[in-house]
């Protein structure tokens, strides 16, 4: 187990820190008064364990391979992007973009997330304990996106192939964007999903499994040539 | 595009260390707005009384100006000046209609202009960083309820002090705004108004969100309306903070483009466009989110 | 007798496009880049004046007009180094068969050159056939890897590209193949649309914080370029500048894309010619020109229109479509095929199809086995050698003995508008218009 004190230094001086650690073998690392710096464990391609004892800026845990990442305050913009895989989880709010063109991998946050919530997703699973706000899911390809409270506009707008679900109301669905029904067994799996990576506290305050909507992509926009046009003008 | 804060205190204190706690988030967010920073800061309210911050010239000129605008200022009940870099600050007269007084004071010299005026509200800014602001005008000493500030990075408009932010509404006592964001239908909102005799001072589109809450005001919307009203109404890219003397709020875009995250206890309410910029000001256990897509809020003192 | 008469404004071409959008309801979407006619002032508007009496010109061989060029020195621990000054921009494996990427690899690792990814990542390939090779993090990141990203010799921001400014890209159905639906992460045969912004930034505010992540996750050793589509060109390399760019790249109008709706190709952007005077002007004005190098692309084709852009400010040139050109784009060869996409030689724009006769903008294994990869690297490097030696000519005419000495006062303006823009008198009144 690593300390790192960020007071007084630099996002780079912590990286390096943080990767030297590393080097010698430890993996167990925790960033003390982080004061929600930017890019803080940035690129960490191994199976390290980062605790960061406070809130983070942009980008923490962007472009990491296989590292967890541990956030006890609120992340800021992009939080874990790009990862191609890994593990990272917010106790507190994410800003916008939260796992933003993942790969894969997993992102939880406990609390809410801004705008854009999993955009470009490539794959991986995003889960939000809390709310999300404006075009979360939006252009997100693969992968699974689970939100236990509310959605905010524009939810899921011009997906490919990420399936959704969302616990609460959803203010409104995006561009081809449809409601479907689960498979039967689907409700489970989304049970086991949701007690796996949440804290049975936070897992119990949120709605059964069965009262989750599916939401996936309508697949009008996949394909240019439809005469769609109501579709394409909101579209495009 | 740049980086924005406020400051509310909530504990019933009239003098807070809001200079302070606003040069210490405005020195946070210094890289993502290198060209210019500048706050605006609400005092003591003298009763019966205005203050005013006159921008004296443009690269030093302003000096041989003084007498010029104290004879000017002096008509209007002008008292206890004091200059400070490019500023002439002074108290004056209350009255509800400043024009004559504009007038008079812009009227010395074409670089003359007042940066603001009101019951509480002093706005000073210019080129460089926050902690060239506080060289020049002892932000830190500053003592008040609520605040906001701004540091700079240009777009599209010049770098040079009128052009710098917080924008006083110019004419309306006590209402300013931060603008981080682009108003994309900027040129043609300002030829309706200049068609209707409102006059710009800069070629910053921020300038407009000055302009239209205060054309809001005076046709007798409230704070909050106006400031919901601007969701539909201006175009592109926003988060604003909007200060009165008696109200501090913001306003997010329809499509949550540009970052503003805040922080409400029962002391105070802190707002950023970055979480570092809460960290370095304020200690304390206290959770900051991120404001939603059309979200407003206003907190009264 | 009374002769047919045509309208200059409801031109045939128009004709056929409106009753097109009549029956099909959507607007035209091709490859290619700008089409119609040029009567904006270009690279052709400069001519360059030789030394004569006043200044004395090298001679070739012995005296020796150096084209190394350096890249990244403002920030960078390892700039790149080049022996020429002209490059392969980025272009997906996607919109280009594997062949074609390949191809431009070896060419430019044989002439000493760089190639840069594209829009969909990187391919082992390149990496292993390019001698310095650019990595293009774009809006949609495709393919995006740290990996990869840390394989790179320079990593290269895109906020546009000059075909289609201010839009995302656009890969038609037919070339997502089952390899492009992999590495994309999509569904086969999708129409892919690229978005237009990037998902964890919006805004030069923003890409501050954006590239320092990019600094972090490659150890502040390779240079950060940034991309622009030519704009406000002005306003956007000054943005750039301040934060933190190794390297600018301005994109102008004329440059190509593989697929994207006309209307932008024809109505968007800033000429290349216009572009690289902004871009100069704006680093002069904030004290930075010399310490932010500046690569221009959009419609290189020779190396005349190199050379100019050189002497009016830029450290090198990207070329994209001249190189697919050189792999054999729009040749007189399997004339059939072009007809049967409605095209033909020299007139084929119809990379959007995937249906390229040649084997270049396709994912059909048939097609691709035209483009022959030793062939088409030994085409592609002839012309960056080619180009050079153009270069060099140029520049030993005008005395220089380092192709990077070139200056705007090496040229003269042919018409006015060549003068307003570049600052540059006009031949024969010894003065500068415009200004």
């Excluded at chain 1, 992102?107 to 939000?128: F, N, T």
């Excluded at chain 2, 950023?272 to 304390?284: L, M, P, S, V």
């Excluded at chain 3, 030689?345 to 022959?372: F, N, S, Y």
Aim: aromatic share 6%; glycine share 12%; proline share 3%.
């Amino acid at each position: 187990m690593a300390e790192i004190d960020a007071a007084g230094q630099t996002t780079r001086e912590i990286n390096r820190a943080i990767r030297q650690f590393i080097a010698e073998s430890c993996k167990e690392i925790t960033v003390r008064n982080p004061g929600a710096r930017h890019n803080l464990a940035v690129a960490i391609l191994n199976d390290a364990h980062i605790r960061v004892a406070g809130s983070a800026g942009y980008y923490c845990g962007g472009l990491i391979d296989g590292a967890s990442i541990e956030i006890e305050g609120s992340a800021g913009w992009g939080v874990a992007e790009s990862m191609l895989t890994g593990t990272v989880r917010v106790h507190g709010n994410a800003g916008s973009g939260a796992a933003a063109a993942i790969r894969a991998g997993t992102v939880v946050i406990h609390g809410d997330a801004a705008a854009r919530l999993g955009v470009s997703m490539k794959g991986g699973l995003v889960i939000v304990a809390g709310n999300c706000g404006y075009m979360a899911g939006f252009m997100a390809q693969k992968g699974t996106l689970i939100v236990c409270g509310d959605a905010g506009e524009a939810f899921a707008d011009s997906m490919y192939a990420t399936v959704c679900y969302v616990g609460g109301r959803i203010a409104n669905l995006g561009t081809d964007a449809v409601i479907a029904p689960m498979d039967p067994g689907e409700a489970e799996e989304l049970e086991k999903t949701l007690s796996a990576h949440l804290p049975a506290a936070l897992r119990s305050a949120k709605p059964a499994a069965n009262d989750f909507k599916k939401v996936i992509a309508g697949r009008k926009l996949w394909n240019f040539d439809k005469r769609e046009w109501r579709i394409w003008q909101e579209a495009l | 595009m740049c980086g924005i804060v406020g400051y509310l205190d909530k504990t019933g204190a009239e003098d807070g260390n809001i200079g302070s706690i606003l040069l210490g988030m405005l020195n946070a967010l210094a890289c993502r707005g290198p060209d210019s920073a500048g706050v605006a800061l609400f005092g003591d309210h003298q009763p019966g009384q205005l203050v005013a911050q006159v921008k004296l010239g443009d690269n030093g000129k302003g000096a041989q100006r003084t007498g010029e605008v104290r004879a000017i200022a002096e008509k209007f009940g002008a008292q206890e000046f004091t200059q400070t870099g490019a500023y002439l600050r002074f108290i004056f007269r209350e009255t509800d209609d400043l024009k004559p007084f504009i007038a008079g004071v812009e009227g010395v010299d074409k670089d003359v202009e007042v940066v603001s005026v009101g019951r509480r509200l002093e706005i000073v800014k210019q080129v460089g960083s926050p902690a060239r602001l506080e060289q020049t005008f002892g932000i830190s000493a500053f003592h008040g309820k609520h605040g906001i500030g701004h540091t700079r990075l240009s777009t599209e408009s010049v770098v040079d002090l009128s052009h710098s932010q917080p924008f006083w509404s110019h004419g309306f006592a006590d209402l300013a705004i931060v603008h981080n964001g682009h108003i994309t239908n900027y040129h043609q909102l300002r030829r309706r108004y200049e068609q209707r005799g409102v006059r710009f001072y800069t070629e910053n589109d921020s300038e407009v969100v000055a302009v239209f809450l205060a054309d809001k005001l005076r046709r007798g919307a409230e704070l909050r309306a106006a400031m919901g009203s601007m969701i539909a109404e201006l175009d592109g890219s926003f988060s604003c903070l909007v200060a009165t003397d008696t109200a501090l709020g913001f306003v997010k875009d329809t499509f949550s483009l540009k970052p503003l995250v805040f922080a409400e206890t029962d002391r105070f309410v802190a707002l950023a466009t970055e979480e570092i910029a809460i960290r370095g000001a304020i200690q304390g256990d206290f959770v900051v989110r991120e404001a939603q897509a059309k979200e407003v809020q206003v907190w009264l003192r | 007798m009374s002769e047919l008469q045509i309208s200059g404004i409801f031109a045939p071409r128009v004709i056929e496009e409106i009753q097109a959008k009549a029956e099909s309801g959507l607007y035209s979407i091709r490859g290619f880049g700008t089409l119609r006619e040029r009567r904006w002032a270009t690279f052709d508007d400069l001519t360059f004046l030789p030394c004569t009496l006043t200044r004395i010109p090298l001679e070739g061989y012995r005296e020796k007009c150096s084209t190394k060029t350096i890249l990244g020195t403002r920030f960078a621990k390892k700039p790149i180094e080049l022996d020429i000054p002209v490059m392969i921009t980025g272009m997906s494996w996607g919109a280009l068969s594997y062949n074609a990427k390949v191809a431009l690899a070896k060419g430019a690792a044989a002439a000493g050159s760089s190639n840069t990814t594209g829009d969909g990542g990187m391919l082992k390939a390149e990496r292993d056939n390019s001698r310095t090779l650019i990595y293009e993090v774009l809006p949609s990141r495709y393919g995006i890897n740290v990996h990869h990203m840390r394989m790179a010799d320079a990593i290269e921001l895109t906020i546009g590209q000059g075909a289609k400014p201010g839009t995302g890209g656009l890969l038609l159905g037919s070339k997502v193949s089952d390899g492009i639906a992999e590495q994309r992460d999509l569904p086969i045969g999708v129409d892919q649309r690229s978005p237009a912004r990037h998902p964890d930034f919006l805004g030069p505010d923003d890409m501050i914080i954006k590239v320092e992540e990019l600094r972090e996750a490659t150890d502040w050793q390779v240079p950060i370029f940034i991309k622009l589509g030519a704009s406000r060109v002005y306003d956007d390399v000054k943005l750039a500048a301040k934060a933190g760019a190794d390297v600018i790249v301005v994109d102008g109008m004329e440059g190509g894309t593989g697929a994207s709706p006309a209307i932008f190709q024809e109505h968007t952007g800033m000429p290349t010619l216009a572009a690289v005077c902004e871009a100069r002007c704006a680093l002069q004005d904030i004290g930075l020109y010399g310490a932010v190098q500046l690569i221009i692309a959009g419609g290189i084709r020779d190396g005349v229109d190199a050379a100019k852009a050189m002497a009016l400010g830029a450290d090198a040139c990207y070329i994209g479509t001249a190189s697919l050109i050189a792999l054999n784009c729009n040749k007189p060869i399997y004339e059939d095929d072009y007809r049967a996409i409605g095209a033909a030689p020299h007139a084929c724009h119809h990379c959007h199809t995937g249906r390229c006769p040649v084997g270049i903008t396709t994912q059909d294994a048939e097609l691709m086995k035209r483009l022959e990869v030793e062939q088409g690297a030994e085409r592609v490097r002839n012309l960056l050698q080619v180009m050079t030696l153009e270069i060099q000519m140029l520049a030993r005419a005008c005395g220089k003995s380092d192709v990077h000495h070139l200056e705007p006062e090496d040229m003269a303006a042919l018409t006015l508008e060549a003068s307003a823009i570049c600052g540059i008198p006009l031949v024969g009144t010894r003065k500068v218009f415009g200004r």
